[in-house]
Every structure is written in C-alpha cells, then in structure tokens.
C-alpha cells in the first residue's frame, strides 16, 4: 500500500503533432519475434513432432537468447505435453511455448510500489544502456500518474551527462538537483534527498555514472551514494533500479550478477527491446535470477516505457500463428 495519496493528475498537456499514441508491445517487439517467427515457421511447416525436432527447436531458443536452461525447461514442457497428447499440431506448439514462457516471467513481473516518501530510486548500469533516458521516462509517467518527481544529476563523471538530465528535467518541468561535472556524486545525492524532503517531493530518482577510471572505482561509488542516502534516511535508497541493454543478450545476466554483489539489486529495466532481437534475454534473465523485472524500454521517446506484464510479453514474443 503507498503510505500517502497519489495528487489528483496535472491538467492533460496538449498533445503535439508527432506525439502519436504509443503503438502497441506486440510492434515493438517484433525484431525478437520476426527472428523467432521465421524459425520456428521452418521447423513446425516441416512436420512430425519428434526428437529431432525438439532439439532443433531447443537450438532455436538458445539462439534467440532464452539461455540453455530456460529452452530446456520449455522443451521439457513441451515433450510432456506432445507425449500426453495435449499439443498435436503447430498451432498448439505456439500456444504451448508462449504458456512456458509466461510461467518462467511471471515470477519476475512484480511492480514498483511507492511505499515511503520520497520514494527514494537509485538508477545503476553500465555505461550506454539507457539510464538516464530511463530516468526521463520514468519521471514523466509519474508525473502523469500525479507524483511530485526529483531528479539527482549523479554521473558528475561525463560533463554531457549533467545537462542531458538537465534538458530533460526542463522539457518534462522537473526540478534536477546538480553540482558542475567532477564533483562528488554522493554529494549531488546527499543534497537532493535534503531537498527532495524540504519540498515534500513524492519520489527522487538519482542518475549515477555508468563508467569510472575503474569497475572497481564505480562500484565503490556507487556504494557510497547508498551509504550517503541512508544516513538521511535509513531506508533509502528504496529501489536500487539496474538498467539493462535487452541488446547486449546474455551479457546482462553478468552485468546484474556484478552490481548485484556490489549494491543490491531490487529492480531491472530492460531497454531497447525495439531495437533487438535479443528480447528472449528477459526469459534467461527470469529463469536465473529472482529479480522484480519492473519496466520494459521500448524506444527513445517520453512514453516509450511500459510495467513489464508476463502475459503480455510472451504474447508479444511467440508469434500466434506460423504465418504472423
Ligand atoms: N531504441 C531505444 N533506444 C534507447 C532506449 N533507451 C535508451 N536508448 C538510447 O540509448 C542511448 C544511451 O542512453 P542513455 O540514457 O544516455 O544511457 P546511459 O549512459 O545509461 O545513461 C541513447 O541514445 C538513448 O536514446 C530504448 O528503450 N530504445
Ligand atoms: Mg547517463
């Protein structure tokens, strides 16, 4: 339950020409379902469902970056449910897959609840994976949902990285807290939540570096950025967001496994998923990890950010029918 009531929505922006509705998950997602489309079409027209083709089928999901344990756990499903008699045709193939594949995410589809104010966010990643455009596009759907939002510029580390969360913060009228490019991200952190609490702010989302001289200097920083809110407020941070690039496939279990042991991971956003093939990572990702899959990135724009639904993703990623 959120400790305090959403503010009543801002009165509607008036819409510009380019900003058309969002078009839906399924369009977004079709570079990874076109590239599974088009396999499993050659497989499944083929004919029996036997061995040779699980295994073809198995080989299709490792390469569509599933991961090995989570294809063979949906081929075990589908074994079962060929030899049973369940699934007899292509059609019910599909359908079968898509069912697996939600039961592996659902676990993962759990949603940021705004518990505690400010709702303390601290965004991490590695450099180029989409933080700060996440940050926007996080910050503008809570606003819309009717939240006060703060912006900390926290990677004091690139000079173009302050003003790009500062263009931001004027096209969405969003206060960013910042200090000039090499000071001390803690600091900018420390100062924003003092802030954030003096003007009653709902939610502080703090941008980081995603590159120092060293992986080890990143971490360290990153660490002391937690400490540093934490003495202002012992829960904070309460959502260490790591955003990942859907693109770098099964690199980014690694990326989570390092910032993990470092800060804590409560949270994932996986982005560019418009501009991959690599969508199938969310399942290799589900399958491995216990991790509250939050949003989902699906271009560069303001609305471009969706909640991660299970059901919706895998429907998005196994096509319907052989011809889809
Ligand atoms: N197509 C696409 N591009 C994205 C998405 N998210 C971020 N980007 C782009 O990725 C690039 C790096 O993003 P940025 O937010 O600066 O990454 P950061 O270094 O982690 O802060 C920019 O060109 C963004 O516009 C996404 O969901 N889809
Ligand atoms: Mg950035």
Redesign the pocket.
Known sequence: MPLFRRRSAPEKRPQLASESPPPGLRARLAKSRDALSRGLGGLLRGGALDEDLFEDLEDLLISADLGVPASRRVMEGLRGAVKSGRVADPKGVLSLLRDQIEQILAPCARKLSLNARPFVVLVV?V????????IAKLAGRLQDQGYSVMLAAGDTFRAAAVE?LQRWGERLDIPVIAQEHGSDAAAVAHDALAAARARGVDVLIVDTA?RLHTQSDLMEQLKKVKRVLAKLDAAAPHEVLQ?LDAGTGQNALSQLEHFNAAVGVDGLCL?????TAKGGVLVAIAEKFAVPIRYI????KRH?LREFDAAQFAAALIPETLNA
Request: glycine share 32%; aromatic share 0%; hydrophobic share 20%.
């Open positions: 990643g450099n180029g994976v989409g933080k700060t455009t996440t790009q995603g955003v982005t560019k998923l418009d501009g990135g699906v271009g560069e471009d």
